[in-house]
């Protein structure tokens, strides 16, 4: 089982600043078939990244995914009100398909 | 428009069986990967089950040999049979399409207590 760590566990930043979120596998995900999700509370997750670097229709631009083989990395330009949220990264490489425990972005 | 809908939770005693429903509109179950991913109160994202296009099946570790996925093309359903639950086994219960998952559905909560 391919185990990912997220750092850091919480994030604390004010609106306009750049978030960089980190995910780290156990080992390599192939394909690079790393997924990043958003979720607020009470809802659904939303899926941003595939791929490790497409972005999902709909999904802004500030939205980056980058990396390959263990590390890879989602990070939000500059944040919008909207953005503070859960973040979770998933690979779909190999079963079984595993999250990470996730990203806390918070308002500093 | 691409919709899935979650039902069939509810609260059981544990050691006791659900099925929960996905019902797709929108898209063909057979042609899709749908997965379930559950999520216990306040805590993260849990990935369950997948069902590939071809039929496969795979389960985290923790649900082999309790939880089944299996898909009505009739109906365009999936479903998870979940047997022998536990307490741990409470959350919300989501089912998603796609390769990752990129449209899910609302959930629906199983409650497993005495």
């Known amino acids: 089982e391919i185990v990912l760590t997220q750092s850091p566990g919480t994030l604390s930043l004010s609106p306009g600043e750049r978030a960089t979120l980190s995910c780290r596998a156990s080992e390599s995900v192939s394909s690079n078939y790393l997924a990043w999700y958003q979720q607020k509370p009470g809802q659904a997750p939303r899926i941003l990244i595939y791929?490790?670097?497409g972005r999902a229709s709909g999904i802004p631009d500030r939205f980056s995914g980058s990396g390959s083989g263990t590390d890879f990395t989602l990070t939000i330009s500059r944040l919008e009100p909207e953005d503070f949220a859960v973040y979770y990264c998933q690979q779909y490489a190999s079963s079984p398909w595993t999250f990470g425990q996730g990203t806390k972005v918070e308002i500093k | 428009e691409v919709q899935l809908v979650e039902s069939g939770g509810g609260l059981v005693q544990p050691g006791g069986s659900l099925r929960l429903s996905c019902a797709a509109s929108?898209?063909?179950?057979?042609?899709?990967?749908i997965s379930w991913v559950r999520q216990a109160p306040g805590k993260g994202l849990e990935w369950v089950s997948v069902?590939?296009?071809?039929?496969?099946?795979y389960y985290a570790d923790s649900m082999k040999g309790r939880f089944t996925i299996s898909r009505d093309n009739s109906k365009n359903t999936v479903y998870l049979q979940m047997n022998s639950l536990r307490a741990e086994d409470t959350a919300v219960y989501y089912c998603a399409r796609g390769f990752p998952a990129g449209r899910w559905g609302q959930g629906t909560l199983v409650t497993v207590s005495s």
């Open positions: 791929g490790a670097s």
């Open positions: 929108g898209l063909t179950v057979s042609s899709n990967y």
């Open positions: 069902i590939y296009i071809d039929g496969s099946t």
